[in-house]
């Protein structure tokens, strides 16, 4: 008993490890794809529940980074098929204030370019906006995102193209789209 104990104990140290330097990459990632800030912090908590859960299945074939990125993947794709199924979607948020600090009209004017290219990422299907997300917003590494979407690294490539000639479509300034990403 006493093993076990310890052995609990150092699940719930290391995944407190794991809150404190991976929330905010886990939540920015769950942010990017669900646009709903309330739901959010709600997702990022289960995803750390289900990497306590499943412990002892962390294998170190990846980082802990890109395991507990998986396992959001899967939390926010089951929630888009909810929300798909009640047909139910959330816009993005405009309110934000202006730092006073910035130059009022750029900001603006970028902060309109930033919510039309999300707003036009957040319309594409699923798995392009994994994608988009996880190469050019996130930053990680073909390998990286193969690895979090358990795919192989032709598919990724695959999937990224066809996103970005996608977001080229819907936006008439189609080489704006690829520079802004």
């Given at each position: 008993r006493r093993v076990r104990k310890n052995l609990n104990k150092n699940r719930e140290e290391l995944v407190m490890e794991w809150y404190e330097l991976y929330y905010e990459d886990v939540y920015r990632f769950i942010l990017y794809m669900i646009q709903d800030k309330q739901s959010c912090e709600d997702f990022v908590h289960d995803t750390f529940v289900r990497a306590y859960t499943a412990f002892e299945r962390f294998d170190n074939r990846s980082s802990i980074k890109?395991?507990?990125?998986?396992?959001?993947?899967?939390?926010v794709?089951?929630?888009i098929r909810k929300r798909q199924r009640r047909r139910l979607f959330n816009s993005i948020s405009q309110g934000r204030e202006v730092p006073s600090a910035f130059n009022v009209?750029?900001?603006?004017e970028n902060k309109e370019t930033v919510l039309n290219?999300?707003?036009a990422i957040y319309r594409l299907k699923s798995?392009?906006?994994l994608v988009i997300i996880l190469r050019k917003i996130e930053g990680?590494?073909?390998?990286?995102?193969a690895e979090i979407l358990n795919w192989s690294e032709?598919?990724?490539r695959k999937t990224l193209?066809?996103?970005l000639q996608d977001l080229k479509k819907m936006n008439e300034g189609g080489e704006h789209v690829e520079q802004s990403v």
């Open positions: 890109t395991w507990l990125l998986s396992i959001a993947k899967h939390i794709i089951d929630e009209e750029q900001y603006v290219l999300m707003e798995n392009y906006r990680f590494s073909t390998i990286e995102t032709a598919k990724v193209s066809r996103a």
